[in-house]
């Protein structure tokens, strides 16, 4: 099974076998992260009450799997350990939104 290192390998011997890393800034590589997070959300414009995934995983899994590539070479570009950034998030989030105050609800952690 692949890990998240080797994949972010994988996708740094990409592109660099292509010379792209000088088009690799922390600035391009947020606005194309955010351009592919916006044609994921593309694949549910005008569906109205449609909330669910059925039909559409081929197309969510592409367009997910680009912003999860590119995820990595932003964090590649700003030497961030990927596994590091991720637990400490879920760790802090947990503190925000404890079970006992959280279960159930959508609300924000400051109206908790």
Known sequence: METIESIQEKI?????????QQFHN?????????????ELLEVFQWSGTDTSAQGKKEKIAEELADVMLYALL???????????IM??????N????????????????TEL
């Open 26 to 38: 922390p600035k391009d590589l947020a606005i194309s992260l955010s351009l592919e997070a916006a």
């Open 94 to 109: 947990c503190e925000k939104y404890p079970v006992e105050k959280s279960y159930g609800s959508s609300k924000k952690y």
């Open 87 to 92: 637990l400490k998030k879920i760790a802090r």
């Open 74 to 84: 932003m964090a590649d570009a700003t030497g961030l350990d990927v596994k590091e």
């Open 12 to 20: 740094v011997k990409f592109r660099d076998d292509r010379n792209w």
